[in-house]
Each structure stands twice: as structure tokens, then as C-alpha cells.
């Protein structure tokens, strides 16, 4: 019987993807950051890699339902700050 692969479903598109697809942000005491091993503890929302997708995750302020919390500008700058860092790299 094949292994059963996880699926989670990105904020901004709704798709359903295997959790390697997903660029992970992460909620932990230091604040949000992506977490692109997916191995950060901490509460946890999936993007998609795609640009589009986290262009319109962080301009519709998508992260707030995630987290039921209301990000700070702040928050949101960082993060695609973080994500321009990991486009570059990857």
C-alpha cells in the first residue's frame, strides 16, 4: 500500500499541494518568518512558491485569518522582504 502524502492548502490560492510545494510562515515567540524547511515549530499557514500567490497573501493581508490575529505593516514588510531573499536564493 502506497505512503499516504499530506496535502495543505494555500492561503492565498485555496489550491490543495503536498507540503513541499508550500512555502511554510511561521508564528513562534520571535514573531512570523517563512519557514522554508517546514520544520520551525510554531502555529503554521502555507503559500504557494509561485509569486502571484504570495504577492496577493501579503496585499490582501490573507495571514490575519490564518492566525486569527491582525498582523502589524511591520510583520507583513518583513515577510516579503524574507521571501524576496528566498526568490533569490532558490
Given at each position: 500500500?502506497?505512503?499516504?502524502?499530506?496535502?495543505?492548502?494555500?492561503?492565498?490560492?485555496?489550491?490543495?499541494?503536498?507540503?513541499?510545494?508550500?512555502?511554510?510562515?511561521?508564528?513562534?515567540?520571535?514573531?512570523?518568518s517563512?519557514?522554508?524547511?517546514?520544520?520551525?515549530?510554531?502555529?503554521?499557514a502555507?503559500?504557494?512558491?509561485?509569486?502571484?500567490?504570495?504577492e496577493?497573501?501579503?496585499?490582501?493581508?490573507?495571514?490575519?485569518?490564518?492566525?486569527?490575529?491582525?498582523?502589524?505593516?511591520?510583520?507583513?514588510?518583513s515577510?516579503?522582504?524574507?521571501?524576496?531573499?528566498?526568490?533569490?536564493?532558490?
Amino acid at each position: 500500500m502506497p505512503k499516504k502524502i499530506p496535502l495543505r492548502m494555500c492561503v492565498a490560492c485555496r489550491g490543495m499541494f503536498e507540503k513541499k510545494e508550500l512555502l511554510r510562515v511561521v508564528r513562534n515567540a520571535d514573531g512570523f518568518s517563512i519557514d522554508a524547511t517546514g520544520k520551525k515549530s510554531g502555529r503554521g499557514a502555507y503559500v504557494c512558491k509561485k509569486p502571484e500567490c504570495f504577492e496577493k497573501c501579503l496585499k490582501k493581508r490573507l495571514l490575519d485569518k490564518a492566525f486569527d490575529e491582525k498582523l502589524s505593516d511591520e510583520a507583513y514588510k518583513s515577510l516579503g522582504e524574507e521571501y524576496a531573499k528566498y526568490r533569490e536564493n532558490n
